[in-house]
C-alpha cells in the first residue's frame, strides 16, 4: 500500500507559476513510476506528465509540453510538478498517481493503469 498527499495548489494569475509537490509513504517509492492527471470542472481525469523509477525519462501530455516539468527526489519519496506559464485552461483538480514498477515499462498514460492515487489539489488559474 502507498498514500500519496499532494499539496502546492492554489489561485495564480494567468502567466504565473506554481509547483506542486507529492509525498509518497508506506512502500519503496523507487519501485513506482509517477504520474500526474488533471480533471477539470465537467470533464473527465487527463494525463499530465509521468517520470519513470529512476527518474531518467519524464513524458508529457501535448498540452503542457514546454511549460511543465515532472521531477522526483528518491531521497525524500516525492514527485514534484513545475508549472509555469499557466492559462486558464490550466484550473483543475491535480492528481498524483503511483504504478509499482512490474516491468521494464515506464510509459504509462492511462488512468487504469496507475494502482495508488491522492486525494487531489486545486489549481485555479485566473486571467
Known amino acids: 500500500q502507498v498514500q500519496l498527499v499532494e499539496s502546492g495548489g492554489g489561485l495564480v494569475q494567468a502567466g504565473g507559476s506554481l509547483r506542486l509537490s507529492c509525498a509518497a509513504s508506506?512502500?519503496?517509492?523507487?519501485?513506482?513510476?509517477m504520474g500526474w492527471f488533471r480533471q477539470a470542472p465537467g470533464k473527465e481525469r487527463e494525463f499530465v506528465a509521468g517520470v519513470s523509477w529512476s527518474a531518467s525519462s519524464t513524458y508529457y501530455a501535448d498540452s503542457v509540453k514546454g511549460r511543465f516539468t515532472i521531477s522526483r527526489d528518491n531521497a525524500k519519496n516525492t514527485v514534484y510538478l513545475q508549472m509555469n506559464s499557466l492559462k486558464p485552461e490550466d484550473t483543475a483538480v491535480y492528481y498524483c498517481a503511483a504504478r509499482l514498477r512490474r516491468s521494464s515499462s515506464y510509459y504509462f498514460t492511462k488512468e487504469y493503469e496507475y494502482d495508488y492515487w491522492g486525494q487531489g489539489t486545486q489549481v485555479t488559474v485566473s486571467s
Open positions: 508506506g512502500r519503496t517509492f523507487s519501485n513506482y513510476v
